[in-house]
């Protein structure tokens, strides 16, 4: 079982950018994403397949439809560079999955 | 204030051993699920293993690359979970992450927030 990410998202500054997430468990195990900036660790920015943590600004949202999840980032901003992880578990639950990981650049 | 500090890491040759901590405060660590993280040099996040909640039954669970080499543990008294790597493998280099992760329950449907925090990590080198 495994989740799959596009490598890179290029997006302009106002632009909305989407990453997807792809995986047979996605159907059955909520999902998380993440954002990691160099040099830091990762932070969550959606649970839940589509629930936001306080602090997290509503032009980021997340999607599920069958076995993929969606990250959509809205309006588009240069602090939106980084790293995007999703997560999830197995179908027994009793491992955690991360996709491979997701480079959004901001043109 | 949820803090997690990692300490331990360092160089360690092939087949050594390792003992990474995690200090935490700010909540209880017994009450939530506890992972832990790696990400190898320009690589992404890998799974390593995570210990659940008291409330859950403690169980443990790893990662196949470190099963039966690495051990999970938790000291609720010192507030401190480790990470004990034994026959360590040039692979197993990376910067070391733990993770907390407990429910906010709100309402009476049994809705809840996911809570989710981790620490800045430590870096693991292993080379001869």
């Known amino acids: 079982s495994e989740l799959t990410q596009p490598p890179s998202v290029s997006v302009s500054p106002g632009q909305t950018a989407t990453i997807t997430c792809s995986g047979d468990a996605l159907s059955k195990e909520y999902s998380y994403w993440y954002r990691q900036y160099p040099g830091q660790a990762p932070f969550m920015i959606i649970y839940?397949?589509?629930e936001r943590p306080s602090g997290i600004p509503g032009r980021i949202s997340g999607s599920l439809s069958g076995t993929t999840v969606t990250l959509t980032i809205s309006d588009v901003q240069a602090e939106d560079e980084a790293d995007y992880y999703c997560r999830s578990a197995d179908s027994s639950g009793d491992s955690v999955l991360f996709g491979g990981g997701t480079k959004l650049t901001v043109l | 204030e949820v803090q997690l500090v990692e300490s331990g890491g360092g160089l360690v040759k092939p087949g050594g051993s390792l003992r990474l901590s995690c200090a935490t405060s700010?909540?209880?660590?017994?009450?939530?699920?506890m992972t832990w993280v790696r990400q190898a040099p320009g690589k992404g996040l890998a799974w390593v293993g995570r210990?659940?909640?008291?409330?859950?039954?403690?169980?443990?669970d790893y990662a196949a690359p470190v099963q039966g080499r690495f051990i999970i543990s938790r000291d609720d008294s010192q507030k401190t979970l480790y990470l004990q790597m034994n026959s360590v493998k040039i692979e197993d280099t990376g910067v070391y992450f733990c993770?907390?992760?407990?429910?906010?329950?709100?309402?009476?449907?049994?809705?809840?927030?996911?809570?989710?925090?981790w620490g800045p990590g430590t870096l693991v080198t292993v080379s001869s």
């Open positions: 839940k397949d589509t």
């Open positions: 210990i659940k909640s008291n409330g859950d039954g403690g169980t443990i």
């Open positions: 993770s907390a992760r407990g429910r906010d329950y709100y309402g009476d449907s049994g809705d809840y927030r996911v809570l989710d925090f």
């Open positions: 700010g909540f209880t660590l017994g009450d939530a699920w």
